[in-house]
C-alpha cells in the first residue's frame, strides 16, 4: 500500500491570527511599525526550492508597500488619517506580521516536511493575499492626498492582488513530480527495494540537502516536526522521512564525525544531562518517565524491559513492587522538553515505529533503519584507517541511540563483532575518540535486551568493555564502559557472570574513587546492581566498597547509601563490621539528606544496629542529636521511612533502658511500633 499523505493537517506551529493583536498605537507608531514590517519582510531570501514563486511575490509587494509607508512618513506633519485609513493599517499591520511568521516559518522548517505540505503552505499564500487584497480595496486612497506616483503604486498593487486572488492557488508543477518521487521512494524502501543511488542523489540536490551537515539540520527539523504535530496521523510520513535522510547522509555524503556536527545543535552526550532527568536504568535522558509503586521514576520503556524479564522489584530501592503500574510524571517530563528546547536537542521521538494491534505499521521507517545498519557495517568491515573507521563508528554510535529498530538492525547487521577492535589500548592512545565512539555504540545498543545477550556472548567484547574501564584514554570512555556493564547487569544472569570477575569489580571501584561526578556515577550504578546478588557482595566487601562509599557519603550521599543499604543487607556480619566507620556519616544523612536518602540510610542503621551488637547500637545512640533526627523522620519521611525510623527508636530505648539482650527484636513487636508511629505522624 502507497504511502498516504491526505489530510495533513495544517502545521501547528503557525501562529494564527489572533496571536498578532497589538495594543493600539498611534498614528505615527503605527505607521513606523507597517515600514518596519514591510522592510524586514522585503529584507528576507525568496525560497530557493519549494514555493519559490509566492515567497517572491510577496516579498516584491512588501517592498512596494514600503514606499508607501515611507511617503506618509516623510510628511511634516504627518498627515492626520481618518478612521477608515487607520482602520485598514491596523488589520494591514497584523497581516504582515502572519506574513512574515508564515516566510520565517517556511525557511527554518524541515524541506522534506514544507514539500509534503505544499499545497497546505501555497493555500496559505493565497488566502493571505485575497486578505491583502481585500484591505487595499477598501483603503481609502483619495483621503489621503498622496503624490501622483505613490499613489499609482497603491494601484499597481491593487491590480496584481485582484487578478491574483481571482486566479486559483498556484502550484509549481515541479513541487508536485519532486513529492511524487520522494513518496514513491518511500514506498520502494518499504518493500524492501534499495533506492537508485542516483536518484536519490537528484532529489536531495532539488532539495537543497546537498551535503551531511544540511541533512543532519533536516533530521532535526523533522524530529522537531514530530513533537509538534503530537504523534498524530502524520508523524508516520515524518518518522519515515527521517528515515530516508538518515540513510541518504551515509550513502550520499559519506559518514561523518563529531567534528563535523552542527553548530547549532547537540546530542545528549555534549551536555551535561541532571541527574533527575536520566533514567536509573539506561542513565540515558528519559523521554517518557513513568513512576512505579515505590516512587521511584523510570524511563517507560527501560522500565518495561525490565519488568517483562520477570524482575518483580524495584531496580532502584531493590523492594519488592505492589503492583506493576506505570504512572505518567507528566510534569518531570514537561521539565525535561523545556531543558532539551534550551540546550538545543531534539526530544527524542519516543516510538519511532508507530503499532495497530501489536503490528508495526511504519515499515519504511523499519526499512529505511536496515539499509542504513547494514550500509554502515559494511563500510566499517573494508575501513582501512582508523580516521574512516571513526567517522563510521559514529554514525553507527548516533544510529544505535535513535530507537529499538535501529538497534536491532545494527546488531543484525554485524556491528557488534567489528567493534571489538576499536576497544583496545592501542586504539585509544592513537585516536581515543574512535574508542569512545566505539564503546558508546555498544552502550547504546545494550540498552536492547537481545542485544545484552548478543554482546556478552560474542567473543572479545565484554574482555574489551573492560579493558576501556580500566584503562580507556578518557574519562567519557571509562564512564560509557561503566554504563555498558551497568546496562548488562540488567540481567540477571549476566549480573552474577560480571559479579565474579574481580576485573570489573575493581574497574568500578577504581573509576567511582577517581573519576569525575558524572564517571562515578556510572560506576556507581553498576556496583548497586552488582551489589543485588548476594554472592557477589562478599567480592565487592574484598574489593574495598564499603571504604569507598564511606569515602564519597559527603558528595554523592543518594547513590553511596543506597549501595551501601545493599551491602549490608546481604553481606553479612563481615558487611556490618565494616560499616562500623559509616554510622556518623549514615546520621548526618538523616538529618539532611533527600528523601531517598533518608529512607535507605535508617533503613541500613536498621540492619546494622540489628545484627551488629551492643557496640554499634552504642556508637549510634552516641551521636550528637539522632534522637531528633529520628523523631522528625517519623514525622515527614516515607510510609517505608517513617517504619524504620520507629525501629531505629524502639532499638535505642530498649538499649538506653538496659534491656541489652533485646537489642533485636522479632518481627511482630517491631511491626507493632511501626503501625503506632505512623499513626503518631
Known amino acids: 500500500m502507497a504511502i498516504s499523505t491526505e489530510a495533513f493537517p495544517t502545521r501547528k506551529r ?175 524502501i518499504k518493500n524492501e527495494i534499495v533506492p537508485d543511488h542516483s536518484e536519490l542523489s537528484e532529489i536531495f540536490s532539488r532539495l537543497g540537502l546537498r551535503d551531511a551537515s544540511s541533512c543532519r539540520e533536516e533530521i532535526e527539523n523533522l524530529e522537531e516536526e514530530v513533537q509538534n504535530q503530537g504523534y498524530d496521523k502524520s508523524s508516520d510520513v515524518l518518522i519515515a522521512l527521517i528515515g530516508l535522510v538518515r540513510y541518504a547522509k551515509c550513502v550520499l555524503f559519506g559518514a561523518s564525525t563529531p567534528n563535523s556536527e552542527s553548530r547549532h545543535s547537540k546530542s545528549t552526550s555534549d551536555a551535561v544531562v ?27 520503556e527501560s522500565i518495561k524491559m525490565w519488568i517483562e524479564s520477570g524482575h518483580a522489584s524495584c531496580p532502584k530501592t531493590g523492594q519488592t513492587l505492589a503492583h506493576t503500574n506505570l504512572i505518567p510524571n507528566l510534569a518531570l517530563k514537561n521539565l525535561i522538553a523545556m531543558w532539551c528546547r534550551e540546550q538545543k536537542i531534539p526530544f527524542e521521538i519516543t516510538g519511532s515505529k508507530l503499532k495497530v494491534n501489536g503490528v508495526t505499521t511504519n515499515k519504511a521507517a523499519l526499512e529505511a533503519a536496515r539499509m542504513t545498519a547494514t550500509f554502515l557495517v559494511k563500510k566499517l568491515s573494508v575501513s582501512q584507517s582508523m580516521e574512516a573507521a571513526n567517522s563510521v563508528v559514529y554514525e553507527l554510535r548516533a544510529l544505535a541511540k535513535t530507537d529499538s ?17 576499536y576497544l583496545g589500548a592501542e586504539v585509544g592512545s592513537e585516536l581515543p575518540n574512535l574508542q569512545v565512539n566505539a564503546v558508546t555504540t555498544i552502550l547504546n545498543l545494550s540498552i536492547l535486551d537481545a542485544n545484552k545477550t ?36 540488567a540481567v540477571h544472569s549476566h549480573r552474577r557472570r560480571l559479579g565474579r570477575k574481580m576485573r570489573v569489580i575493581k574497574g568500578l571501584i577504581e573509576l567511582a574513587e577517581v573519576g569525575p561526578t558524572s564517571s562515578k556515577r556510572d560506576a556507581l550504578a553498576a556496583i548497586l546492581n552488582l551489589a543485588a546478588d548476594r554472592e557477589t557482595v562478599g567480592r565487592l566487601i574484598d574489593a574495598g566498597v564499603v571504604q569507598l562509599i564511606v569515602g564519597l557519603m559527603d558528595r554523592l550521599p543518594a547513590e553511596a547509601v543506597t549501595i551501601l543499604e545493599s551491602v549490608v543487607k546481604k553481606g553479612g556480619f563481615v558487611a556490618i563490621a565494616a560499616a562500623y566507620i559509616a554510622i556518623r556519616k549514615l546520621c548526618a ?72 539482650g533485646q537489642v533485636t527484636q522479632d518481627t511482630t513487636s517491631t511491626t507493632l511500633m511501626s503501625s503506632s508511629a505512623t499513626v503518631a505522624a
Open 14 to 188: 503557525r501562529p494564527s491570527a489572533g496571536a498578532f493583536m497589538s495594543p493600539k498605537l498611534s498614528n505615527r507608531n503605527l505607521l513606523l511599525s507597517l515600514r518596519l514590517l514591510t522592510q524586514e519582510i522585503s529584507s528576507m531570501k525568496p525560497f530557493q526550492f519549494l514555493l519559490k514563486r509566492n515567497s517572491v511575490s510577496f516579498i516584491r509587494k512588501s517592498k512596494l508597500l514600503s514606499i508607501l509607508f515611507e511617503e506618509l512618513l516623510l510628511c511634516n506633519p504627518i498627515p492626520v488619517l481618518p478612521p477608515s485609513a487607520v482602520l485598514c493599517f491596523e488589520e494591514m499591520h497584523v497581516l504582515l506580521q502572519r506574513v512574515k511568521a508564515l516566510i520565517e516559518d517556511c525557511c527554518n522548517d524541515s524541506k522534506m516536511w514544507l514539500l509534503m505540505q505544499n499545497e497546505s503552505v501555497a493555500n496559505s499564500f493565497q488566502e493571505l493575499t485575497l486578505e491583502l487584497s481585500t484591505l487595499l480595496d477598501i483603503f481609502p486612497l483619495k483621503e489621503l492626498n498622496l503624490n501622483d506616483d505613490v499613489a499609482e503604486l497603491v494601484i499597481l498593487i491593487r491590480n496584481q492582488l485582484s487578478s491574483q486572488s481571482n486566479a486559483n492557488c498556484f502550484l509549481d508543477p515541479k513541487d508536485g513530480a519532486l513529492r511524487r518521487e520522494v513518496l514513491a521512494m518511500l514506498d520502494q
Open 274 to 300: 541532571p541527574s533527575d532527568f536520566r533514567c536509573p536504568i539506561s542513565l540515558d535522558l528519559m523521554r517518557d518517565p513513568v513512576v512505579v509503586a515505590t516512587g521511584q521514576t523510570y524511563d517507560r
Open 405 to 421: 529498530d535501529s538497534r536491532t538492525c545494527i546488531a543484525e547487521a554485524g556491528a557488534i563483532p567489528l567493534l571489538v577492535r
Open 454 to 489: 548478543r554482546i556478552m556472548e560474542t567473543d572479545g567484547v565484554l574482555n574489551g568493555v573492560v579493558e576501556v574501564l580500566r584503562s580507556g584514554k578518557t574519562w567519557e570512555a571509562r564512564g560509557n564502559a561503566a554504563a555498558a556493564i551497568f546496562s548488562l547487569t
Open 589 to 660: 544523612v538523616l538529618r539532611e539528606g533527600s528523601e531517598e536518602a533518608q529512607e535507605s540510610a535508617a533503613a541500613t542503621l536498621v540492619t546494622i544496629t540489628r545484627k551488629g551488637g551492643l557496640d554499634l547500637v552504642a556508637e549510634l545512640a552516641s551521636t550528637p542529636g539522632i534522637e531528633r533526627a529520628i523523631w522528625e523522620l517519623m514525622q515527614t519521611g516515607s510510609l517505608r521511612a517513617r517504619r524504620k525510623a520507629a525501629t531505629l527508636l524502639r532499638i535505642l530505648r530498649r538499649w538506653a533502658a538496659g534491656f541489652d
